[in-house]
């Protein structure tokens, strides 16, 4: 079961990869994909030997959670115009935001991978080697797919919303006050972070269209 959830976040990190990289040139592309996948495996093995066990603190997840909701409708909202930028600003641009959300899926993802290991290390240095081409590839396959498909940009933000509301509600800030249950962590609070996220960023590309047409 955790290493299911290892492959399913491995597939977040490829969502956010591809919906960074959409907009870039097929040259730049290529090393978007590469230097974000490397991000996203360097940061997983710096928090499995460094902080994995500060998931266990209160806020960190829901400070991390709210960041990620802010990312999944920034990747809404942002329209890059590759010829008005550097390619390598271009480029960069696309792997800092990479960056940050795998800062907090990775977090997420280590706490997985090492409560199915259970302290043997070579079970999670296992995990980690088959997240890279999961990532790798389903980033390239996501990007064929957006471009074919560009509304399947707003269902890979509600992907990230939807992350976003199962890492805010399994914080354990909410033990202290609240007894949440399993349905309202793993169903109810992702699809509020799901619905957040589109509506924000339907309502504020809606608010910029009209501040457009107004000039």
């Known amino acids: 079961l955790e290493f299911r959830r290892v492959l399913f976040r491995s ?28 991000a996203a495996v360097l940061l997983r093995i710096i928090f499995t ?21 802010w990312i999944a409708v920034k990747l809404l909202t942002d329209e890059t115009d590759e010829s008005s930028i550097k390619e390598s600003h271009t480029v960069w641009s ?14 997420d993802n280590v706490v997985a991978i090492a409560a199915a290991a259970k302290g043997n290390m070579s079970l999670i240095i296992f995990g980690l080697v088959i997240s890279v081409p999961l990532i ?13 498909y560009p509304v399947l940009v707003w269902a890979g933000a509600a992907l990230l919303g939807w992350v976003a509301g199962e890492l805010i509600a399994s914080d354990p800030f909410w033990d202290k006050y609240f007894s949440l249950g399993g349905a309202f962590e793993h169903f109810i609070a992702p699809a509020i972070g799901a ?20 000039h």
Request: net charge positive; glycine share 8%; aromatic share 8%.
């Open 49 to 69: 030997v460094f902080v994995a066990q500060l998931m266990q603190y209160p806020y960190l997840k829901l400070i991390g959670g709210c960041l990620l909701l």
């Open 136 to 148: 790798i590839f389903g980033a390239t396959l996501i990007i064929t797919l957006l471009q074919r």
């Open 195 to 214: 619905a957040f996220v589109v509506a924000l960023a339907w309502v504020l590309k809606r608010r910029e269209a009209r501040h457009e047409a107004a």
């Open 94 to 107: 696309a792997v800092q935001t990479v960056v940050i959300a795998d800062i907090v899926m990775s977090l």
């Open 11 to 38: 597939g977040d990190n490829a969502v956010v990869i591809a919906l960074a990289c959409r907009s870039l040139a097929p040259e730049q592309r290529k090393w978007g994909i590469i230097l974000g996948a490397g």
